[in-house]
């Protein structure tokens, strides 16, 4: 249980960070694009977490984790970049709340877990509470960003499915660090194929939230996803990520004084009700007092029974 809590904290915290990854990615696209602030994110984030995990580094260095690096972090934040610069951030939000679901079904498919009924509502809850945080809508969506998104949705849930026999055994911060350098090694040619060599920036804003993207949008939330994935289910692991948006909705409504209505308050308390009835254990363990409160009374009836019969 204490390895568990630590767990979900961690995705907990993960979860939270991702939620300013897309408002940070807006202020830095303009001057990178999409491709090279993919790769920008990781080269600045993987060396100082190869530094911190260093000892276990070798241990790392796999072809499995390498390849699923390349796809999670990789193919994945390319092709969100891509779509984010194509369509709303709200459109967006929608279709990263449909991961937990698409994590759920290929478990299940691929035999790994089957998801309790208490899960699926857990799941659709979270899905439906997404759906009010984004309702607002939003300007400059199309159905190629939304396409590009929701491709980027697919294969990061294939990565989460992925990744717990990738970290079995090894170190989340050494395989993490050896992920990010797949990941920005994969992205130089989208790079350089979609929009040449990079240029320098108008001014500091963007560089700024570059900065933080690297560090508090990718480092951080990257690591501590990883940690907490080591410990617990890929579907618990999956439903985690529908806290992003609601964290990036919030930003908008206090950073950049995007309307908020009661609809989207509800939402995002859906949210939080549906990722609880999904993290809560499978074992009823507020249950069992209650059990063994029986399993005495079942007893003491027992003996009763057995004296009466002597007499």
């Given at each position: 249980m204490t390895h568990r809590r630590t767990a979900i904290f961690s995705l907990i915290a993960a979860g939270m960070l991702w939620g300013s990854s897309v408002p940070l990615s807006k202020l830095s696209i303009g001057w990178l694009g999409p491709g090279w602030l993919t790769?920008?994110?990781?080269?600045?984030?993987?060396?100082?977490?190869?530094?911190?995990s260093r000892r276990h580094l070798r241990a790392a260095w796999h072809p499995r984790v390498i390849a699923v690096g390349a796809l999670g972090f990789g193919g994945v934040i390319v092709l969100q970049n891509l779509g984010i610069a194509h369509t709303s951030v709200t459109h967006a939000a929608?279709?990263?709340g449909a991961m937990p679901v698409m994590v759920a079904v290929f478990t299940a498919v691929l035999g790994?877990?089957?998801?309790?009924?208490?899960?699926?509502?857990?799941?659709?809850?979270?899905?439906?509470?997404?759906?009010?945080?984004?309702?607002?809508?939003?300007?400059?969506?199309?159905?190629?960003?939304?396409l590009l998104v929701l491709t980027s949705v697919v294969f990061s849930a294939v990565f989460i499915v992925l990744q717990p026999k990738v970290l079995d055994g090894r170190?989340?911060?050494?395989?993490?660090?050896?992920?990010?350098?797949?990941?920005?090694?994969?992205?130089?040619?989208?790079?350089?194929?979609?929009?040449?060599?990079?240029?320098?920036?108008?001014?500091?804003?963007?560089?700024?939230?570059?900065?933080?993207?690297a560090f508090a949008g990718t480092l951080l939330p990257f690591w501590l996803f990883a940690h907490g994935?080591?410990?617990?289910?890929?579907?618990?692991?999956?439903?985690?990520?529908?806290?992003?948006?609601?964290?990036g909705t919030a930003i908008g409504w206090i950073a950049?004084?995007?309307?908020?209505?009661?609809?989207?308050?509800f939402g995002a308390l859906s949210v939080i009700a549906g990722i609880?009835?999904?993290?809560?254990?499978?074992?009823p363990r507020l249950l069992a007092p209650i059990g063994r409160a029986w399993d005495e009374?079942?007893?003491i009836q027992e003996r009763i029974l057995a004296s009466h019969r002597l007499l």
């Open positions: 790769v920008g994110r990781f080269a600045l984030a993987a060396p100082v977490l190869a530094f911190v929608v279709l990263v790994h877990s089957r998801p309790v009924g208490r899960e699926w509502i857990g799941y659709a809850v979270a899905s439906g509470g997404i759906v009010l945080v984004a309702g607002s809508g939003g300007g400059g969506a199309t159905p190629w960003g939304d170190d989340p911060a050494a395989v993490t660090a050896v992920q990010f350098i797949a990941g920005a090694v994969v992205a130089v040619p989208f790079a350089l194929l979609l929009q040449g060599a990079p240029s320098a920036p108008a001014h500091w804003a963007p560089v700024g939230a570059f900065v933080a993207l994935q080591s410990k617990v289910p890929a579907q618990l692991a999956g439903v985690f990520v529908n806290i992003e948006p609601v964290v950049f004084a995007d309307p908020m209505s009661f609809s989207q308050l609880a009835l999904t993290a809560l254990p499978r074992t009374h079942v007893y």
